[in-house]
């Protein structure tokens, strides 16, 4: 175990990027989401990464913004501070990532998982927005994505009471993909976004930036930017070797082009 803040394992075409702050729960301090940016913003230039996955500890993903910091922060500092756009770095993250969730996953964590493309949960897993306990609410697009995952009901419950949802209510909510045993919690993370690295990286961004469309905007402007997404996919050097290998029937080798 290293003392930095969030360690990163390059196994291409995958990368591993861990919150380390286990003292403090993983809680997200400005040192953590700087570092955080900054491994993320390099995985996503590194040609030979194909999928990159984020996760904490098997106790905890991350128990939040660092309340402490929070407790010092003007409402002026955050409507308009970096931290705002820290998160919008994270957000245009063009790679896959998928969040490999074990233990306490709650307010700012939450809010991370949930800008991952995909959450693989473990069993000890546990969701919740818990500001509404300190008097608060959520401040980096808690109360849009886990309305747009769960549906009002569950998102108001959550939200308003601060309790946290076990995995398998995750799992029959929609908030995560997957459930596995809390031992296997990375392991599981990295089989998913192996397979997901075997695909085109250029049908990657273009499904991820259209899946993306359709949560966060409106349907005919989604609709709208798959039929362009589309075409420039069917264009691509990997989409004439997708089809190919297909008919010709052997594996596809995606180069990115
Ligand atoms: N911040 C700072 N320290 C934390 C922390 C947090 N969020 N969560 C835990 N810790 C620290 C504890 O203070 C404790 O430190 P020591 O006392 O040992 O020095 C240590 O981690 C272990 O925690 P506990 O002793 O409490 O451990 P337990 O197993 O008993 O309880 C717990 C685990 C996760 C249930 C509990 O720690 C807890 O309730 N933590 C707080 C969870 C919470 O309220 N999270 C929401 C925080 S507010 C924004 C972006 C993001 C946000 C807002 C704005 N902008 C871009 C504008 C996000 C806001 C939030 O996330």
Excluded: H
């Amino acid at each position: 175990m290293t003392d930095e803040l969030v360690r990163i394992e390059r196994d291409d075409p995958i990368a591993v990027v861990l919150l380390n702050r286990p003292k403090q729960l993983n809680a997200l301090s400005d040192d953590v989401m700087e570092a955080l940016v900054s491994a993320l913003v390099e995985l996503d230039r590194a040609g030979a990464v194909r999928c990159i996955v984020l996760g904490g500890s098997e106790r905890v993903f991350a128990a939040g913004a660092d309340i402490g910091m929070l407790a010092q922060t003007s409402p002026v500092e955050a409507a308009t501070s970096a931290r705002l756009a820290r998160w919008e770095s994270i957000r245009q993250i063009g790679k896959p990532i998928v969040a490999a969730v074990s233990g306490y996953c709650l307010g700012g964590g939450c809010e991370l998982a949930m800008i991952c493309d995909v959450i693989v949960a473990s069993e000890s897993a546990r969701f919740g927005q818990p500001e509404i306990n300190l008097g608060l609410i959520p401040g980096a697009g808690g109360t849009q994505r886990l309305t747009r995952a769960v549906g009002k009901a569950v998102a108001m419950d959550v939200i308003l009471s601060g309790r946290f949802l076990s995995a398998r209510e995750a799992l029959d909510f929609g908030l995560v993909s997957r459930v596995v045993a809390t031992e296997a919690w990375l392991e599981e993370a990295k089989r998913l976004a192996r397979d997901i690295a075997k695909q085109s990286p250029v049908a990657l961004r273009l499904a991820k930036e259209a899946v993306n469309r359709a949560y966060e905007g409106s349907l005919r402007l989604g609709v709208e930017y798959e039929r362009q997404a589309f075409a420039i996919a069917l264009s691509s050097e990997d989409a004439r070797e997708g089809m190919s290998a297909f008919l010709e029937k052997r594996p596809p080798e995606f180069r990115g082009r």
